[in-house]
């Protein structure tokens, strides 16, 4: 095969193929088009505001390596004026965060941002590990995302900062998109595909109204990796030990499979998201009680939105929710060929039950349409402060049973006891 | 490609082969290998990236675990293969003809961090 030459400056060797367009470039050229595109994402989106403190949710994965290495760049080089901070959770996962925290604090050093680690048993009281010694290996990424939400924002709380952005990437968001079409969540899946979610709330808490945005959205997982590579970032890459199996099996190799079939698919997916968002009733900005800085792509977000995630990039989904979905339309299929309603049966954690949202989860799809799906009235946790759509949040809920259940474990045990 | 005839004089060609991206999990946590190939196959045809894609299956990896590396004779989707830094999808895919100190480097895509 004759080396190819790059399309953009018709000098230089091409080594990269882009998934999007077919077009082939060579290495510089490469970086500066997918600087460019970001740089494109944050102007016409207004993610930034001029003097505005940004914090980086970094995991010292690729993702939030790349978003910081290109946001310092893109900062300096188009004078967006921003502080730009890293924030990091320690989830204490031994052999798996501590070491991820590593490259974090080299990251701080390498792009001269200040690093905040905030841990789960500062916060919560509670390692990943002593939860997974509590509670099995099975259903602790539930506890992990739930937790993981909160400490974000809890996290930019204590920095005083306004903004925090992700490293979700495309292929994030069209996973996010097949999976919530599946689920036939509707609510969930118009503030999946936005760019820009914020936490309105009536109350004045400085936990709410910070607001989340995903520079990244339409960049491609495999062109961050390139940049990552051809920049040569350092970067951290390994499965969290609590779910080594999750990228198998999952919704995530279904956009994988699709894409080595046609590369564009994964960008479809996320443009048909937003479309089909846009026709989810009461899915506009008006929900947003006044409340939001910008218009346009913002949704209202709920505390949930993390839920199940694992891996650093919330969107991440945990192995076998293909299966899971396939069986539940497997019974689906069975129900109908019996005549029956057809049901979207609740996925929900056994959490939820108690909090008394199981009527509205078993609705049918149907009729949640034409009803307009239920808007999320946003207030305070009782416990906490933090912005619930209950009485009590969520991660409260799931504390509640951790404590409640520690003292009996500590007869046996006497290290979950701290 | 220029260096085709020197190939011809060897019977086996050395190789830089990485693994990065969390893919060196199931390579003994070994990121970088040297491997010598032998330059024909049992065909007497150059020997292509497929050959070296079954040849780590079965001779460098030692994890059970092929389908995390492997699915329908091929790299698994999400596994970026670049060939002296380059997209094999430049360079021919499995077909490309492998030339001595060629750098072949294999990068997962689907890691978290």
């Known amino acids: 095969m004759p ?40 102007l016409s989106n207004k993610l930034f505001s001029h003097g505005e403190r940004i914090a980086i949710g970094a995991s010292g994965g690729k993702d939030s390596t790349v978003l910081a290495s290109v946001l310092k760049t893109l900062n300096e080089r188009h004078n967006y004026g921003a502080e730009l901070l890293l924030l990091s959770i320690d989830e204490g996962i031994k052999g798996y965060r501590d070491d991820s925290l590593e490259t974090v ?15 789960y048993d500062e916060l919560y009281g ?3 590990d002593q939860v997974v010694e509590q509670v099995g290996k099975k259903g602790n990424c539930t506890y992990c995302g739930v937790f993981r939400r909160q400490a974000l924002d809890r996290g930019a709380a204590m920095l005083g900062v306004k903004h925090v952005v992700t490293g979700h990437n495309a292929d994030d968001v069209a996973e996010t998109v097949l999976m919530n079409l599946l689920r036939g969540d509707l609510p969930r899946l118009s503030r999946a595909t936005s760019i820009i979610t914020s936490t309105p709330s009536a109350s004045d808490s400085e936990l709410t109204n910070i607001r989340r945005s995903k520079p990244l959205k339409y960049a491609y997982e495999k062109e961050i990796v390139l940049y990552a590579h051809h920049k040569k970032l350092d970067y951290f890459s390994t499965e969290c030990i609590y779910s080594p199996e999750a990228f198998r099996g999952s919704a995530r190799a279904l956009i994988k499979n699709l894409e080595r079939i046609r590369p564009s698919a994964i960008l479809d ?10 026709l989810v009733p009461g899915a506009t900005n008006d929900s947003c009680g006044g409340n939001c800085a910008t218009g346009g792509a913002l949704a209202v977000t709920g505390e949930e939105e993390g839920e199940g995630g694992c891996g650093s990039t919330g969107g991440r989904t945990a192995g076998g929710d293909m299966a899971q979905m396939e069986s539940q339309l ?3 299929e069975a129900a109908e060929a ?14 939820e039950g108690r909090n008394g949202s199981s009527e509205n989860r078993k609705q049918l799809p149907f009729r949640r349409e034409k009803n307009a799906p239920k808007q999320q009235t946003m207030g305070k946790c009782e416990r906490c402060g933090y912005l619930s759509s209950q009485a009590i949040c969520k991660a409260c809920m799931l504390l509640e ?6 003292p009996r474990t500590s007869i046996v045990g006497v290290d979950a006891m701290r | 490609m220029a260096e085709a005839e020197k190939s011809e004089a060897q019977d086996v060609i050395t190789l830089k082969v990485e693994f990065t991206g969390g893919l060196e999990m199931l390579f003994s946590n070994i990121k970088e290998h040297k491997l010598s190939l032998p330059a024909k196959d049992e065909q007497d045809k150059a ?33 970026l293969v670049l060939i002296n830094d380059a997209d094999w999808e430049l360079e021919g895919e499995g077909s490309y003809e492998l030339q001595p100190e060629d750098n072949i480097l294999f990068v997962s895509t689907l890691h978290g961090g």
């Not at chain 1, 600087?35 to 994402?41: F, K, N, S, V, W």
């Not at chain 1, 029956?340 to 056994?350: D, G, I, K, Q, T």
């Not at chain 1, 049973?401 to 520690?406: A, D, I, Q, V």
């Not at chain 2, 497929?50 to 596994?79: A, H, S, W």
């Open chain 1, 330 to 332: 497997r019974n689906n």
């Open chain 1, 3 to 42: 080396p190819s030459i790059c399309a953009v400056c018709h000098a230089n060797r091409a080594v990269i193929l882009r998934p999007k367009n077919h077009a082939k470039l060579c290495k510089l050229c490469f970086i500066q088009t997918f600087e460019d595109e970001i740089h494109d994402t944050i």
């Open chain 2, 47 to 79: 020997t292509t990236v497929n050959y070296l894609v079954d040849y780590l299956c079965k001779k460098v990896m030692k994890d059970r675990r092929k389908e995390l590396f492997v699915q329908d004779g091929t790299v698994r989707p999400g596994i």
């Open chain 1, 401 to 406: 049973g951790l404590n409640k259940s520690r």
């Open chain 1, 269 to 278: 997916i996320v443009r048909s998201g937003e479309d089909m968002a846009k």
């Open chain 1, 105 to 119: 604090k080299r990251n701080a050093e390498q792009y001269d941002m200040p690093l905040t680690i905030v841990g």
């Open chain 1, 338 to 351: 019996a005549g029956l309603e057809m049901e979207v049966p609740s996925r929900a954690p056994a959490a």
């Open chain 1, 126 to 128: 509670w390692t990943m």
